[in-house]
């Protein structure tokens, strides 16, 4: 059974650019949730979608943003770049939504975008 | 507010020897907790989760995590470490109706000595 799989895995944009990165989640998994990993700041919850529908978002500005597919794939987009937006950018999908019980994340490996 | 409180940023211990990893919470519900690993350039790996019932949950690895409720705690133990234990350890809590949405705590990042 294949993973999250995020892409592209290593980025560099400058300033004031635009972002977009893909996720696509493990067959049957219809959850998937964004997370933004820095030195500083940590782990921080981005948003998460089910069934095309954002469930959950994070104290993130408005640049960033997300959407998902039909086939719950997802995409989330950073507009206007900053410096601050260096970080790591992790996946994860899961079989449940945001309004059922146990629900267990598996990440992907992450999109590293580095703004100069 | 939730949070998730891991007092230890960095550990060391040596190949052979027991490991416990802190994780204390601040939440108002009953809490989801988890502890995740990362190792360099990698996305999080679950070794175990706790929702109810036992507290003390076994996970992968050989991992071990006690749920202690009076104390906000989720400890994350090892009999005996091996090197390739080395890789930072995070705990996180979720919530039943927070789906995806989780609490992480700062990372401990361990070393092992041979």
């Known amino acids: 059974k294949a993973g999250v799989t995020q892409t592209p895995r290593y980025l560099i944009k400058t300033r004031g650019q635009q972002v977009t990165l893909s996720c696509s989640p493990i067959?049957?998994?219809?959850?998937v949730s964004w997370y933004q990993q820095t030195p500083g700041q940590g782990l921080q919850f981005l948003f998460e979608?089910?069934?095309?529908?954002?469930?959950n978002k994070g104290n993130f500005p408005g640049r960033f943003s997300g959407r998902q597919f039909s086939n719950s794939r997802s995409e989330m987009n950073v507009s206007t770049l900053e410096l601050g937006d260096s970080a790591l950018y992790l996946c994860?999908?899961?079989?449940?939504?945001?309004?059922?019980?146990?629900?267990?994340?598996?990440f992907g490996a992450g999109s590293r975008l580095t703004v100069l | 507010a939730q949070s998730v409180t891991q007092p230890d940023i960095h550990i060391t211990v040596s190949e052979g020897a027991s490991l416990e990893l802190r994780c204390n919470y601040s939440?108002?519900?009953?809490?989801?907790l988890f502890w995740y690993v990362q190792s360099p350039g990698q996305g999080l790996q679950l070794l175990l989760k706790?929702?109810?019932?036992?507290?003390l949950v076994q996970g992968i690895k050989g991992f071990e995590a006690e749920f202690k409720r009076s104390q906000s705690s989720f400890n994350l133990r090892k009999p005996s470490v091996h090197w390739s234990d080395a890789a930072e350890y995070f705990c996180?809590?979720?919530?039943?109706?927070?789906?995806?949405?989780?609490?992480f705590g700062q990372g401990t990042e361990l070393s092992v000595k041979p």
């Open positions: 994860a999908s899961s079989l449940a939504g945001a309004l059922s019980g146990a629900n267990v994340l598996t």
């Open positions: 067959s049957g998994h219809r959850s």
């Open positions: 979608y089910f069934s095309e529908t954002q469930r």
């Open positions: 939440y108002g519900a009953t809490p989801y």
């Open positions: 706790y929702f109810s019932g036992d507290t």
């Open positions: 996180a809590v979720g919530a039943k109706n927070q789906g995806g949405k989780l609490i």
